[in-house]
């Protein structure tokens, strides 16, 4: 219930306060239809680095419960350990706002997903709380700087006639990684282990860092051509 007064606060007050930004679009243009959205390489490359980076972070709810009992650790360790990243996002959010408009989106994203990939990474040094604790603040952090940049990204990527066709598949590949990261997590850590877990998770997120670095950079170029071409 209170979730719910809450979501309906934030739309109030997103619908009085937001100024609306969508742009004019063509009457006439094509609707077009989701295989152009698909036949857009810039979008595939992103979504791969997303669902890559998405894999990783849902460890946090789904094998990281796992490795606190393994450590000796109980479900109320667990649950104070994972209320700071609550809290960090509460209390870092605002401070990096300036620091986001100033930088380069496509360093930001490298930069917040090898942060995200250390913070899992150190998982596999950590057996007790203050080590948990650490591992956890460094992927908060690249949780934070990531806030609001993927969308924006996609924003500029896709025409502004298929702008709602690529927010639904960018939408689905955090589905598509809710679905494959507990399955992929959970295999790994029976099957390899900890370190094997935890030591992949931060090479697939340095992946996605520099999938996302090479998909904002040409999004610039693309957006140089049409303004050029305009």
Sequence with gaps: MLDALASVGFAMLILRGVPETRPVVDPDAVAGHLRDVLADRLMLGLVASVVASAVVYLQAFSTLPLVFGLDGLGPGSYGLALSLNGVLIVVLQPLL???????????????????????????????????????????????????????????????????????????????????LGPLLGTQVLSRSGETALWTGSFVLCVAAGLGLLRVSAAADRRSARQGVDS
């Design 97 to 179: 706002l300036g620091l986001l408009g100033r930088r380069g989106r496509g360093p930001l994203l490298l930069v917040a997903m090898v942060l995200q990939g250390a913070g899992f990474g150190l998982t596999a040094f950590a057996d007790d709380m203050p080590g948990h604790l650490l591992a956890i603040a460094v992927w908060t952090v690249g949780e934070v700087l990531q806030a609001g940049l993927l969308g924006a990204l996609v924003a500029s990527i896709a025409p502004q006639h298929l702008r709602g066709r690529y927010m639904g598949v960018f939408g689905l590949s955090f589905g598509t990684a809710a679905f």
